[in-house]
């Protein structure tokens, strides 16, 4: 079945640090990746997102690539602000439409001045 | 632009109790998902609905069914409560022919003691 995996947590850095936090994912096919991130007390938002090999989402700074050979997924910031202090999700959709997105277990990103 | 919308935002119920909880997808918006996350885990996918079809069925208890409407709206109803059904309840809704975007609503946060 599908699964995605994603670096332990909780990651708390110091402002402007380079962030990296992994995600590897196990499917048939060729899935959809997504970043989400939530904030204390809201919904998830979609951050970014690539939907074939070699792709590289981004916005807000944050990249990701998404690595067929590896399954891998990894999220990329270089300069974290304490805004970016939330739960980041890595999710993967199968390539049928309407289908439902598998997450990994979250990482909590703490950032602090 | 307009959003997901969930109603209600916090729900109090008892064991043994029944709970609904509404969805109102973004306008022109045909698919509805249902995801339950539980407190410190990652959301866990339930149901899904496409013109007013289940389309896909994932962990849902047999206690739970859900249902979408002719205006595209979503009701998720619960009986026969139990405390480990509280969870933060998101709702998303996906467009027609879109890149197969899940836009999520604010959430309902369901306690039952």
């Known amino acids: 079945g599908n699964s995605v995996t994603q670096m332990e947590g909780p990651v708390t850095l110091s402002e402007e640090a380079f962030l990296t936090i992994n995600c590897t994912y196990t499917a048939t096919g060729y899935p959809s990746l997504f970043w989400y991130v939530q904030y204390p007390g809201e919904g998830l938002q979609l951050l970014l997102k690539a939907t074939k090999a070699d792709d590289k989402g981004s916005n807000k700074g944050f990249e990701a690539t998404y690595r067929k050979e590896t399954t891998s997924f990894h999220l990329e910031k270089g300069s974290v602000q304490v ?3 939330a739960v980041y999700f890595c999710a993967l959709k199968r390539e049928t439409s309407g289908s439902r997105l598998t997450f990994g277990e ?3 990103l703490t950032v602090n001045p | 632009a307009a ?3 969930q109603s209600p935002r916090h729900l109090i119920k008892e064991k043994r109790e029944t709970a609904t909880l509404k969805c ?3 306008p022109r918006h ?5 995801y339950q996350q539980g407190p410190g885990q990652d959301p866990q996918f339930l149901i899904s609905f496409y013109e007013k079809m289940q389309s896909d069925k994932g962990s849902i208890p047999d206690r739970f069914s859900a249902q979408q409407f002719s205006d595209y709206h979503s009701e998720l109803n619960m009986s ?3 405390l480990g059904d509280s969870a933060l309840y998101f709702c998303a809704s996906r467009g027609a022919g879109a890149s197969y975007e899940q836009y999520f609503g604010p959430g309902t946060r369901l306690t039952v003691t």
């Open chain 2, 3 to 5: 959003g997901v919308i």
């Open chain 1, 83 to 85: 805004s970016d202090s």
């Open chain 2, 24 to 26: 109102y997808p973004i």
């Open chain 2, 30 to 34: 045909d698919t509805v998902y249902w």
């Open chain 1, 106 to 108: 979250g990482t909590q």
């Open chain 2, 80 to 82: 026969s409560l139990e």
